[in-house]
């Protein structure tokens, strides 16, 4: 059974900082890994599609990272900023299983 | 620029009381993906299709039934409804294992 935990569960940080997430995956046997982004009340925003083959994606001050071999995928946000607040989460496999998500918050 | 639209978008039922939920997306994505949220819990797959015709289960699929009559949509239905249910229902679709995902904005259910 795949199973994907997110680290840490909840961060705060003060605007400015390089921020680091983590997502960790059971099965080697992923396809890809997609983060996403949900504010509060809302429905989830794709950020990043790392496929298999790849070993990392960029937009903008996000870059996404995969490593197949360790089970592992890092989400790292450059220069944070208050409108960077919400919970992160990442889904990997064929069924699109999910973590339990990041809950960010960076202030001012 | 539709993309992935749930129906209804907030609902509130009597236990045992039964009812629907309409995912449609416009993108012809072959998959599709019902999804319940719980707080704490995250986002939790209750049943998933890989194309018209067919569904398959997910981690909680259990009180729940699911159809894909038409390639564009798939829907979630509650026969008896209960408490446990209560849970914010999302819905997702791609192309197929290797694409980006897009999800509709939710169902607020609430089982009294």
Known sequence: KQEVTQIPAALSVPEGENLVLNCSFTDSAIYNLQWFRQDPGKGLTSLLLIQSSQREQTSGRLNASLDKSSGRSTLYIAASQPGDSATYLCAGTDKLIFGTGTRLQVFP | ?112
Request: proline residues 4%.
């Open chain 2, 1 to 112: 620029n539709a993309g992935v639209t749930q129906t209804p978008k907030f609902r509130v039922l009597k236990t045992g009381q039964s009812m629907t939920l309409l995912c449609a997306q416009d993108m012809n994505h072959e998959y599709m993906y019902w999804y319940r949220q719980d707080p704490g819990m995250g986002l939790r797959l209750i049943h998933y299709s890989v194309g018209e015709g067919t569904t398959a289960k997910g981690e909680v699929p259990d009180g729940y039934n699911v159809s894909r009559l038409k390639k564009q949509n798939f829907l979630l239905g509650l026969e008896s409804a209960a408490p446990s249910q209560t849970s914010v229902y999302f819905c997702a679709s791609r192309t197929g294992q290797i694409t980006e995902a897009f999800f509709g904005q939710g169902t607020r259910l609430t089982v009294v």
